[in-house]
């Protein structure tokens, strides 16, 4: 049985779209970042009058401040996803020029 030393062996194919995926790292991770960052401000705030209140808005206030996240993340404003997507596209060899915006 022969078998190749690795250096001969075939290298691993790449990913279709290195760049969207390192884009869509980035900007996942800022959401989930900011939206945590959201909660931490609004743990000592009470819940009034502007969304009724009550147990309704302790319940769903965590998934508003997520989609908050979300939003930011996505306007791109804070500039954390993209310094995300530029190191994960340099750890895995790509670049992100095409990707920035």
């Known amino acids: 049985m022969d078998i190749p030393p690795?250096?001969?062996?075939?290298?691993?194919?790449?990913?279709?779209?290195?760049?969207?995926?390192?884009?869509?790292?980035?900007?996942e991770f800022e959401a989930l970042m900011v939206g945590q960052?959201?909660?931490s401000m609004f743990a000592g705030v009470e819940t009034g009058s502007a969304f009724g209140g009550g147990q309704g808005e302790r319940t769903w206030r965590s998934f508003m401040l997520?989609?908050?996240?979300?939003?930011?993340?996505?306007?791109?404003?804070?500039?954390?996803?993209?310094?995300?997507?530029?190191?994960?596209?340099?750890?895995?060899?790509?670049?992100s020029e095409g990707t920035k915006g």
């Open 66 to 95: 997520q989609e908050y996240g979300k939003a930011i993340a996505e306007a791109g404003t804070l500039g954390i996803g993209r310094m995300v997507e530029a190191d994960v596209a340099r750890l895995y060899g790509q670049t």
């Open 37 to 39: 960052m959201l909660e």
């Open 6 to 27: 690795l250096s001969k062996a075939a290298p691993a194919a790449k990913p279709a779209a290195p760049d969207l995926a390192a884009r869509k790292a980035g900007q």
